[in-house]
């Protein structure tokens, strides 16, 4: 038996030094990839950035030349420089949203909770794109609890995807409608709802709206392009807050996009 014990201990010995030695060449692999992930994301930052100089100095220069009173230009000039000037908006979006989407992905940190006022951060971003929407005779309506209703959460995630959900709702409504704000606290359920009569979405494409560039519609009602981002880095920032999104559409009926947190009693 004492033989059976002392191979037995020396088994186990082994397997002990073996797990150690597995640990530390995890760790050591652990912190490897860590710092290629941070050099990583520190040459995207260096990419994006003089990829956004270079297209603001575009920009700036065409809006300069177009803005200019005095300018000889004729108009098929003008009408170039308005390609450039349009092109460089549209890749200055892009550059922003595809960046900020890069972001997401790659930070893993659990953002900061407090206590948030739904009703202050709904009231602000309806204000914020009241003008955007009045533009093309759109009413943007929040239809507002009579109580308060709050939350522990992170105001600004929140605020990021509310203006999401109710900038997509403006891009895709026929001049001259309606969008509604809804909120909707019921069995530790509360539920926003940004609900438009514009375009909708078909059937078929529904179940893609969160795969990264794709649109249903090339181009918005108000003719502006569209990235197909949007929704992918929303639904991104709704799980890092524990929240999720919901949307139901209808081809040419309109569309309900909801944001939704559970078990907030």
């Known amino acids: 038996m004492g033989q059976i014990d002392k191979t037995t201990s020396n088994y186990i010995n082994n397997l002990e030094d073996k797990i150690v030695e597995l640990s530390l060449k995890l760790k050591a692999n652990e912190q490897e990839l860590n710092e290629l992930k941070t050099q990583d994301l520190e040459l995207f930052k260096n990419y994006f950035h003089d990829l956004k100089n270079s297209l603001g100095n575009t920009l700036s220069f065409s809006n300069i030349i177009l803005d200019n009173e005095e300018s000889l230009l004729s108009e098929k000039e003008k009408k170039y420089l308005s390609i450039i000037q349009n092109s460089s908006e549209f890749s200055f979006e892009l550059i922003h949203s595809f960046s900020k989407l890069y972001k997401l992905k790659k930070d893993h940190k659990t953002v900061e909770i407090a206590n948030v006022n739904l009703i202050d951060i709904i009231n602000e971003e309806v204000e914020l794109l009241k003008e955007s929407a009045s533009k093309r005779g759109i009413s943007l ?119 939704i947190f559970v078990n907030q009693e």
Not at 189 to 215: Q, R
């Open 141 to 259: 309506k929040f239809n507002k609890p009579s109580e308060e209703i709050a939350l522990i959460s992170n105001k600004n995630s929140i605020k990021s995807i509310l203006n999401s959900l109710i900038d997509n709702a403006i891009r895709f409504s026929k001049n001259n409608s309606k969008i509604k704000i809804e909120i909707i606290n019921c069995d530790g359920k509360i539920e926003i709802k940004v609900i438009d009569n514009g375009i909708g979405i078909s059937k078929e494409n529904l179940p893609k709206i969160y795969n990264e560039f794709f649109v249903c519609n090339t181009y918005a009602v108000d003719k502006t392009k569209c990235i197909g981002l949007e929704l992918s880095i929303s639904r991104i920032i709704a799980k890092k807050i524990n929240a999720k999104l919901r949307v139901e559409s209808e081809l040419d009926k309109g569309t309900v996009a909801s944001l």
